[in-house]
């Protein structure tokens, strides 16, 4: 049996500049670690219109209210200061 497509949501303040470095990061990381994912960039005021289907939220961004998914916090991709953390963090929350 497959595995449900997993569904993350990748936001930043617009929706357009680092969601879109961000994004890639993660569907190259999914990519290469066989995870059944898809990428949904978008702004963090569209979160709530997505989270009832979706798996965890990828953010650059400060959040305004919590979320019924995993959060992970991408600044790391951004500053390039120990991604590795994020990757895992990314990958563990699809488990």
């Known amino acids: ?3 449900r497509q997993k569904i993350v949501l990748v936001a930043c303040g617009t929706g357009i500049a680092t969601s879109t470095v961000v994004g890639q ?3 190259t ?6 995870v ?3 990428v949904i960039q978008c702004k963090i005021t569209e979160v709530g219109s997505y989270e009832e289907q979706a798996d965890l939220l990828v953010t650059t961004t400060i959040l305004s ?3 019924k998914i995993p959060v992970v916090k991408a600044v790391n991709y951004l500053t390039n200061i120990n ?3 994020i990757d895992q963090e990314i990958l563990d929350a699809l488990k």
Request: charged share 30%; net charge positive; aromatic share 4%.
């Open 36 to 38: 059944n994912a898809k």
């Open 65 to 67: 209210r919590a979320y």
């Open 25 to 27: 990061k993660v569907e």
């Open 83 to 85: 991604p590795g953390k």
């Open 1 to 3: 049996m497959m595995d």
């Open 29 to 34: 990381l999914l990519a290469a670690n066989h």
